[in-house]
């Protein structure tokens, strides 16, 4: 993708928009790392915060209104963070001497006249910027007003204090200078390059209303009808005074520089911040009061208000998905370095891991407010490495060897039924639930067989998936075509899909299939008779993420699960929101750590024994310790079988052997061709001790 198509994946995640608090401030004071230092106790780290975005903070730390108040997430649960006590409290505690660090000097000269919050402020930035600033009082103290203004909470010692940092910052200090009258001040433009006017005893408008085209936006940022002379009027918030001071030094600095005065200035001042912020289980916490108000919180009193913070952020996708936590960041920063990546010519490709991880499954983009899919950019990004020929082959070859190999004739089969040449129907199982548990997909063809009229056929091999999953646009085309093709010379028959992979798959890309959920017929022709009928203690039901568009499906297993009177008990993230078992996408392939680390988590939501529809849920879940069933457990019990949550995860080459052993037991059971063992071939035998058996199959060792 191009910069413009990366800016805008960007901007669809929100987690880098500051919070509320953040947005409203009309000086953007970082107000939720403020609040952490403070709750962590590190009370210089916390003046740090704001030293970085307040101007002069030991008088506005003191004297600060927060109008950030308002928009803060915890007003409705319990009551705003109180931010201005806050302030007050870190400041108060503030110690030793602060590095003051202008930009080199820039030869101009400017005039600050008055020392309100508006003139102290401008003068602070412009110093700060690198220009010859000199502070001209019209009467005999600077900041005078100031003290008797916000009295008691700024004292004149404080006040001093942040004055004497404005003089090492270059600041040149004149009282007694005489009038403000707007002729006065026109004429120190003889002496300085730019002068702003503070008007902090009144309102600007009499400057401002002579430039008929000095819209309210020029007015803030102090801009008059003379060239060269900016004011800005009074306000009854003292951070309000700070901005305007603050916007009008920044008008001036660029004037100065002869730049746009307008450019990238769009979010100056309190805007509407973008950030989600999930409160739906947040707790009402009601303020820490204090035990001497008059002297403000102390040390412990700070540090449990400042607790109550909600240190508000969205990372929604990354509270869910243990793929998106695993590599540190979300998906904006994740968006980044797949550009990188693929930008790369030479050297090491540092987010290819990152890339094939991915389970594909879509749970990013439904709970992302604005829709991020985080699948759909691991799947363009493995596809065109893929067509660059930067894929490693390492990464899926164990996945696409074994689609391979189900798609060969060790396992694929398309037949009619037994004695017939058409088929109403055709059964199609996937290859993992005869990978899985080979016989009840004989019991399944042969319910369907006796419950459905016309015929039903039967078709054995695999949908493609882990070809679309590994970015193989044209082997996964050449599947679909090749399946296509065989469904075509069988009559086109309505395709029942056992396998919710296959039937999300064939949904979206052969949608002229038809194809149905196995669930929704069983569901209308009745429960078989080999059903295992004995009371179940309650369930709790895992959908699989390849149904997460399918309430259809979903509906019918629960409706099935009714009718055998089993209680089950859904997941806290279900249906719609439900997670992946570590298997889909090819995790489990590029990254089997990782994948098991997935089925760990999901089996840890709820203590019961699981049950879902999926045989590769139902297996990566056995094998990350929790008892899991499928639903055809129940439905078509193995005789004898008692306890189907516990059935062991069959290894690698168990699953090989299951497919083969399935499609030659049919073969010779239903439409009665000659297999190896009746012409005298017998197989080895391998045995081996139990732990290597298992180091084999970690290493995929067949």
Not at 174 to 202: F, P
Not at 220 to 237: D, K, M
């Amino acid at each position: 993708m191009d910069q413009q198509a990366l800016r805008d994946l960007e901007r669809r995640c929100v987690q880098e928009e500051p919070p509320p608090c953040r947005a409203a401030c009309p000086l953007h004071v970082d107000v939720r790392a403020f609040v952490a230092c403070m709750a962590d106790n590190q009370w210089d780290r916390a003046r740090a915060v704001l030293h970085k975005t307040m101007p002069l903070p030991g008088i506005l730390g003191r004297i600060c209104d927060a109008p950030c108040r308002r928009a803060c997430n915890r007003r409705d649960r319990g009551g705003a963070i109180a931010m201005a006590d806050l302030e007050r409290a870190c400041i108060r505690r503030g110690s030793g001497t602060r590095r003051v660090m202008p930009l080199p000097g820039k030869n101009q000269q400017v005039a600050v006249v008055n020392s309100g919050l508006c003139s102290l402020t401008a003068a602070w930035d412009l110093a700060r910027k690198g220009y010859a600033v000199t502070l001209l009082e019209p009467g005999p103290v600077v900041g005078g007003g100031l003290c008797d203004t916000y009295a008691p909470l700024l004292s004149r010692a404080a006040l001093e204090t942040e004055l004497d940092l404005l003089v090492r910052l270059g600041v040149r200090f004149e009282v007694e200078t005489g009038s403000v009258s707007e002729d006065a001040c026109r004429g120190y433009l003889d002496q300085y390059d730019a002068v702003y006017v503070g008007l902090d005893g009144g309102s600007g408008d009499p400057w401002l209303r002579k430039a008929g085209d000095v819209s309210a936006a020029g007015a803030a940022a102090g801009l008059t009808h003379r060239p060269g002379l900016f004011a800005t009027g009074n306000h009854p918030s003292p951070v309000w005074q700070a901005a305007r001071g603050r916007w009008a030094a920044t008008t001036m600095d660029r004037w100065l520089q002869k730049v746009s005065l307008t450019a990238g200035r769009e979010k100056e001042g309190p805007y509407q911040t973008r950030l989600h912020t999930d409160l739906a289980a947040v707790q009402s916490l009601p303020p820490v009061p204090m035990a001497d108000p008059p002297a403000g919180y102390r040390a412990d009193e700070a540090r449990q208000e400042a607790a109550r913070c909600l240190q508000c952020q969205c990372l929604e996708c990354v509270k869910v998905c243990a793929y998106l936590e695993q590599f540190g960041g979300y998906p904006k920063t994740y968006a980044r370095e797949i550009y990188n990546n693929e930008s790369m010519v030479m050297g090491e490709r540092k987010a290819n891991r990152l890339i094939n991880s991915c389970s594909l499954c879509g749970l990013c983009e439904t709970v992302c407010p604005h829709g991020f899919a985080m699948q759909d950019l691991c799947l363009a990004a493995r596809q065109s490495m893929v067509a660059r020929e930067r894929m490693p082959p390492s990464a899926h070859d164990f996945a696409l060897a074994d689609m391979a190999f189900s798609q060969g004739e060790d396992f694929a089969l398309a037949r009619h039924a037994p004695g017939t040449t058409r088929s109403r129907y055709l059964f199609f199982p996937g290859c993992q639930l005869g990978a899985s548990a080979p016989a009840q997909v004989r019991r399944v063809y042969d319910y369907l067989r006796e419950n459905l009229g016309g015929g039903v056929g039967l078709m054995l091999g695999c949908c493609g998936a882990p070809a679309h999953w590994g970015g193989r646009q044209a082997q996964f085309a050449a599947e679909l075509a090749r399946w296509a093709e065989t469904w075509q010379e069988l009559g086109r028959p309505r395709t029942i899909m056992a396998c919710a992979t296959c039937l999300h798959m064939f949904r979206e890309h052969l949608p002229e299939a038809g194809v149905v959920s196995l669930w929704e017929v069983l569901e209308s022709t009745g429960l078989p008779g080999s059903c295992l009928y004995r009371p179940f203690p309650p369930m709790a039901i895992h959908d699989p993420c390849t149904t997460r568009d399918e309430p259809a499906v979903q509906q019918a297993v629960r409706r099935i699960l009714s009718r055998l009177e089993v209680a089950v008990e859904e997941l806290d993230l279900g249906r719609e929101q439900t997670q992946c078992c570590g298997f889909g996408g090819l995790m489990e392939s590029a990254n089997p750590v990782l994948a098991r680390e997935v089925a760990v988590r999901r089996g840890r939501q709820n203590a019961r024994d699981y049950l879902t529809y999926c045989a590769m849920c139902r297996d990566a879940l056995a094998g990350a310790g929790k008892p899991a069933l499928h639903l055809l457990d129940l439905l078509f019990a193995e005789p004898g079988e008692t306890d189907p949550a516990r059935r062991p995860r069959p290894g690698w080459s168990r699953r090989r052997e299951n497919r083969a052993r399935l499609k030659t037991d049919l073969c010779r059971e239903l439409w009665g061709d000659e297999t190896e063992a009746e012409s005298g071939v017998t197989a080895p035998q391998l045995v081996m001790a139990a732990e290597v058996a298992q180091l084999v199959d970690s290493r995929r060792i067949l």
